[in-house]
């Protein structure tokens, strides 16, 4: 779909609810839920590079019966050289991490675990120039970040320290969300600031020194109360934000999702479309580069 609402491509048979959709280089990795399936397509050309059962059933040694592992954690992207390999990553909720190759067969390999545990509650990673970037912590509003090379297999030992620091405490003790995304090549926080306050807002910040964990604040964003969350997708060339804007509060049951603009220089958003009602449990945002599709 692009972002006039208008349907530009349909791929059969990866649909279904609890869908986790990410792209890299033009290619989209759509995962199937917590059953560890995973497709990854060519959108331009139709093709479907790599297909990886939904159901994959294990043999326990401990008890007289099989058990399916529960995957609750699901990152893909492109190592640096020299491989410069697509690889998938998902994380147990046994605490184990395995890596698929784009090329190998879908084959899962067992690698080295998370040095911290990942919560499944703290939305997709982003992968970034070689690494994929984890949210780490219990609380929706911890803002450290673990870091997997996708080249190496290996886990960094020490988190990224998020921008908390910057932020005097009874301003952080406001924030209800934290999420990451990626925003023009670059990785992206969004802290959302819902609680204890009667100016919700959305502030968005930019990581621009990794070794040091230095973060610098780009856009503070006044958010309708109905809004639970702004998702950075493009810095468009004249300036404008384009967003994904999810409202409804509740997030057990969120009732809809929006493409906004927003514009620094009056600091206001305007929509963009609006997607169909009945797509709001089962839509991912991918960035999708074939005249200007989302």
Same mark, same amino acid.
């Given at each position: 779909m692009d972002m006039n609402g208008n349907v530009v491509r349909v791929f059969k048979g990866m649909g279904g609810s609890g869908i986790v959709c990410t792209s890299v280089d033009g290619l989209i990795c759509i995962t199937g839920g917590s059953s560890g399936g995973a497709h990854v397509l060519d959108p331009t050309t139709g093709k479907m590079l790599m297909f990886c059962s939904k159901i994959e059933v294990r043999a326990h040694d401990k008890y007289p019966y099989i058990v399916t592992p529960y995957f609750s954690t699901f990152g893909f992207g492109r190592a640096t050289s020299p491989s410069s390999a697509y690889k998938a990553v998902r994380l147990s909720d046994a605490g184990a991490c395995e890596v698929l190759t784009l090329g190998d067969g879908p084959r899962w390999r067992l690698t080295h675990p998370p040095p911290r545990?990942?919560?499944?509650?703290?939305?997709?990673?982003?992968?970034?120039?070689g690494v994929i970037y984890f949210?780490?912590?219990?609380?929706?509003?911890?803002?450290?970040? $673990?870091?997997f090379d996708l080249e190496s297999e290996q886990w960094e030992k020490q988190p990224i320290e998020g921008p908390r620091k910057l932020v005097p405490d009874e301003e952080w003790k406001k924030t209800s969300l934290v999420r990451v995304t990626e925003l023009n090549g670059d990785l992206c926080m969004i802290q959302s600031l819902l609680q204890m306050t009667v100016n919700p807002r959305a502030t968005i910040w @930019?990581?621009?020194?990794?070794?040091?964990?230095?973060?610098?604040? &780009?856009?503070?964003?006044? &958010?309708?109360?109905?809004?639970? $969350?702004?998702?950075? $997708? &493009? @810095?468009?060339?004249?300036?404008?934000?384009?967003?994904?804007?999810?409202?409804?509060?509740?997030?057990?049951?969120?009732?809809?999702?929006?493409?906004?603009?927003?514009?620094?220089?009056?600091?206001?958003?305007?929509?963009?479309?609006? &997607?169909?009602?009945?797509?709001?449990?089962?839509?991912?945002?991918?960035r999708w580069s074939l005249n200007s599709h989302v």
């Open positions: 545990v990942v919560p499944s509650n703290r939305g997709s990673p982003v992968s970034i120039r949210l780490v912590g219990k609380e929706l509003f911890h803002d450290s970040l $673990l870091c @930019l990581l621009i020194n990794l070794g040091s964990s230095t973060w610098m604040k &780009m856009y503070t964003i006044k &958010m309708a109360p109905s809004t639970c $969350l702004y998702t950075p $997708l &493009m @810095l468009r060339d004249d300036g404008k934000l384009l967003l994904h804007c999810t409202t409804g509060c509740n997030y057990d049951d969120v009732e809809s999702l929006v493409l906004q603009l927003y514009d620094p220089s009056t600091e206001t958003c305007s929509d963009v479309t609006k &997607m169909p009602q009945n797509f709001i449990k089962r839509i991912g945002i991918c």
